[in-house]
């Protein structure tokens, strides 16, 4: 851990935010040396506030802090990237939303986790890369799911059985979420709570699990592929977390509303448009090839 002085720098994003006060903020934001941390910034609700505009959700700052008794202060601001492009629709803006609520679900404060920043950072840079496939930006999500579960010591086993070591085969194996992973046929058909998976969604979710985002460029999933491995990571998210988390409810109205009917309502947000999305359709090779 890195050891602070009466104030510091940092780096950070902004993953979530709350009006505190006349005219405060209270911030938790993330960073690369410390960790998670929650900080008040002071009079930046103010109209002639000129920290305001830097400390947008989902920013990525460069901050000076001073050190208080219960939360520290934040005295100066500095907006790196502000990824104005991903502001601009709706759909990354709801996807920004979700890789901030995991990381701060996942994260407590004060302690480093840089590979963590170093991936939130990627995913908010993919997010802000302009108008794409929405089967594009959900795959994303999932790598992202996979990484950080990775990287925080819950990466579900996918590889081998949980009962007995050995490796999977291209057969229907069987999930257990409690258990965190997969069991071969055999160990899985009595275990209870245990439920099948079919040979593509688990050969889809290894080769997620084990390539970086570049190798997954351009991968094409069928929609109803591409909805089972996102309903098994949500599935064990919500086992790992013991609860849902509010921005998977927003992404899913924004799949089944128009534009028109949905508002954002975290002040200093707006979309200006929502892209088509389409699924393209996909290809299944083996078990133990690429997608």
Known sequence: MVERSHSYRTRAVILRRRNYSDADRILTIFTPSFGKRVLIAK?????????????????HVSLLVAQARTWDIITESVTVESFLRLRSDLDAISRAAYICELVDAFTAE?????????????CLRNLDGGPGREA????LLRWFELQLLRLMGFQPELFACLGCGEGLQPVENFLHLNAGGVFCPQCGRTMLGAELVNVSTLKILRHIARNQWEALHGLQLTHTSAMAVESVLQRYLVTILERRLKSTDFIQRLRQAP?????VEEPGIRAASRGSSHSPPGSEDSFNEVV
């Open 136 to 139: 594009e930006a959900d795959l």
């Open 110 to 122: 004060d302690d480093e986790y840089e590979a963590v920043w170093e991936l939130l950072l990627l």
């Open 259 to 263: 534009l028109e009917r949905i508002r």
């Open 43 to 59: 009079g930046s609700r103010k109209t002639t506030s000129r920290q305001a505009g830097h400390l947008e959700l989902f920013n």
